[in-house]
C-alpha cells in the first residue's frame, strides 16, 4: 500500500534543518504541499531539498514562540497553497542549553517552556478551526524520551516542558476527536545525525547511550520522519491521544 498525501497541505514547524527538514522531505515526497517554517537563516536550502525530491514546499518565516506570529502564517500558507492546513507537525523546540536547577533563572525557564509547550498550544490553535471546518485534519506533536526520564543533567526543564507535550496531546485529541480530528505524539530517543546531541552530548555520553539500545544503534532523522508519515496517513485514522515512542527499545512503557 502506498501513503499518498496528494492535495494535503502540511505545515511542519521548525523545519528548516533537523529532524523538522526530515519530517517536511518524507511528507512531501508522497505529494504533500508543505510549508516550511523557520525563524532564522535561510531556507532556500532546505526548500531546495524538497523539490529536488520531486516535492512541492515552500518556506513561511515565523517565530513558533508567538501566537501572532502563528496565526498569520497560517494565513499566508492558506493563501499561497489554497486551501487550509491538513497536517500539523509541531517540530519546532530544543533544550536551549544545560542548566541545573540551582542555576536557573526565569529567563531560561522561559524560553524553553515557550519553544517546546507554547508554540505547540498556539500552532494547533492555529489550525484546528480550519481543520473543525472541514471536520478532519491530522496533528503530531514531538515530544522527548526525556519526557519520561527527566532527561541528562541540566535538562530538567527541557524534560517537564516535553512531558506537557506529552499530556496536552492527550488532552487535545478528546477535544477534537468529535469533529474527525486526529492527535498524536512522537517521542524521538537518541537521534544522531542532528545538531541537538552535537551540541549537548559528549561523545562518550553517546557511546553509553547506544550501548544500552536493544537494537544496537542509534536512531537516525528517517526513522522520525517514517512515523510521522504513518501518523499522518490514512494508516492511523483510529489512534488519537497516543505517543509513539521511537528509541529502539532504550524505553518501553
Not at 531546495?48 to 496565526?71: C, I, K, N, Y
Not at 493563501?79 to 492546513?85: C, D, I, P, Q, S
Not at 519553544?115 to 496533528?139: D, E, L, P, T, W
Amino acid at each position: 500500500m502506498k501513503i499518498d498525501l496528494t492535495g494535503k497541505i502540511a505545515l511542519v514547524t521548525g523545519s528548516n534543518a533537523g529532524l523538522g527538514l526530515q519530517i517536511a522531505q518524507t511528507l512531501a515526497a508522497c505529494g504533500a504541499k508543505v510549508a516550511i517554517n523557520y525563524l532564522y537563516g535561510s531556507s532556500e536550502e532546505a526548500v531546495e531539498s524538497v523539490r529536488a525530491a520531486g516535492g512541492v514546499a515552500h518556506a513561511f518565516q515565523a517565530d513558533a514562540t508567538s501566537p501572532v506570529q502563528l496565526e498569520r502564517m497560517v494565513r499566508e500558507i492558506e493563501e499561497h497553497f489554497g486551501g487550509t492546513v491538513d497536517i500539523l507537525v509541531n517540530n519546532a523546540g530544543g533544550m536551549v542549553k544545560r542548566v541545573p536547577n540551582i542555576e536557573m533563572d526565569e529567563e531560561h525557564y522561559n524560553k524553553v517552556m515557550d519553544v517546546n509547550f507554547k508554540s505547540c498550544v498556539f500552532a494547533c490553535k492555529a489550525v484546528a478551526a480550519g481543520m473543525i471546518a472541514k471536520r478532519g485534519g491530522k496533528i503530531v506533536n514531538v515530544s522527548s524520551l526525556a519526557a519520561h526520564d527527566g532527561g541528562g543533567p541540566g535538562a530538567s526543564v527541557y524534560a517537564a516542558s516535553k512531558a506537557a507535550v506529552y499530556s496536552y496531546t492527550k488532552g487535545l485529541a478528546k477535544e477534537l476527536a468529535p469533529y474527525g480530528i486526529n492527535v498524536n505524539a512522537i517521542s524521538p530517543g537518541f537521534i544522531g545525525q542532528t545538531a541537538f546531541h552535537a551540541t549537548f552530548t559528549p561523545d562518550a555520553a553517546r557511546q553509553a547511550t547506544i550501548g544500552r539500545i536493544p537494537l544496537g544503534r542509534e536512531g537516525v532523522p528517517q526513522d522520525i520522519g517514517n512515523v510521522t508519515l504513518f501518523l499522518v496517513s490514512e494508516l492511523s485514522d483510529y489512534l488519537t491521544g497516543e505517543t509513539v515512542e521511537i528509541n529502539g527499545g532504550l524505553f518501553m512503557r
